[in-house]
């Protein structure tokens, strides 16, 4: 497809390879499809749900962890799977409705013979006085801290030339300081004495991340301030790894983008090679992994949970331009032109 759709949205831009940046919204015939793909994707959700964990049942239970972002999306299915297998979990971010609803909503899947239990805690992972509320209030409910997925984070896109720095910052503070107040703080509390294991939520900004270059360059700091820490606490018998997701569809994910959300999601299939969006459900598994003990001899290291796509396609369009200087004259060049001309009558 060569079209490019021009859409605006609240301050929210999306530039690829059929978006672009503007004032117009004609979303016709993109928008009806995204629609239908949103339709069938529910019924995946359902399926996918029903399926439970992999894991041995009980294989958590007398755990603690702590899942920021843990109401919605992948922190929610990272929250019912440890759940599912025995563990306490606190889930924190910033809206209290949807914590408790989450809470609610999942405490009613935990067993009655279960020893898991669910406990929403209101913190905003930027601000270094919560998060070191949200850890003491953790180790005050639950006497320990186990585990620690850091997977809290908001997002926008934008070209880079019209991020401010306003928005530039809230991006660096949630996806890169909020993760390593969080890692700070448990490993002072807790894990520097008693030891556990951390996994931090990144993203496919293997090639960069354009459209959200603040969002790549943060993950990538997280990726590097990963490595760093599997050294520097290594002596405490803390284990921390990374997981790296594709394009993760659910409800809450897809409004992020407001009305952009189903195009934005729509767009990324031809780009993945399993021709398919990946579910919540498909990374929750690789979280649990990396928490179990399958992973003793795992530190420092990045799961891509991808089904490729870091290897593949990217969305970024890069239209035909003139703008590169003429390459050097030489043999090469007169061969190309001569090239050209020939295959020119064909065309
Ligand atoms: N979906 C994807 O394709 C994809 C791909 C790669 C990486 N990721 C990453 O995976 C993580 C989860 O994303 P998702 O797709 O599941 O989207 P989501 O449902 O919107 O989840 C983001 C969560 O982060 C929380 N959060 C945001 N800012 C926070 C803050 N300052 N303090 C505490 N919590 C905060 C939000 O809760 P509150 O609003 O209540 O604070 C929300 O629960 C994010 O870090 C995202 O960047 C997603
Ligand atoms: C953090 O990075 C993730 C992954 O790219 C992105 O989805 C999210 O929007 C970012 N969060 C913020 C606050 O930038
Ligand atoms: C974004 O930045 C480009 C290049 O600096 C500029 O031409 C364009 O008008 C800006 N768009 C908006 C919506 O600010
Ligand atoms: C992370 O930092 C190390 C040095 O500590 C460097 O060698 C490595 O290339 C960095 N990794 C990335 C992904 O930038």
Redesign the pocket.
Known sequence: MTARYVLTGEGFYFVGRFLSVGGVHHGGSVSVRAFILVSATSVSVLFIMAAGSVFRAGLFNHRVAIVTGGATGIGKAITAELLQLGCHVVIASRKSERLEAAADELSQLISSSSSASITALRCNIRQEDEVRNLVASTLRLHGRIDYLVNNGGGQFSSPAANMSVKGWNAVIDTNLTGTFLCCREVYSAWMKDHGGAIVNIIADMWRGFPGMAHTGAAR?AV??LT??LAIEWASSGVRINSVAPGTIFSKTAMENYKELGPVIFQMAVPCIPAKRLGFPEEISPAVCFLLSPAASFISGATLKVDAGQSLYDSVWDIPDHTAWPEPPEGENVGALRDMVKKLKPKL
Request: proline residues 0%; charged residues 40%.
């Open positions: 990538a990726e590097n490595k760093s």
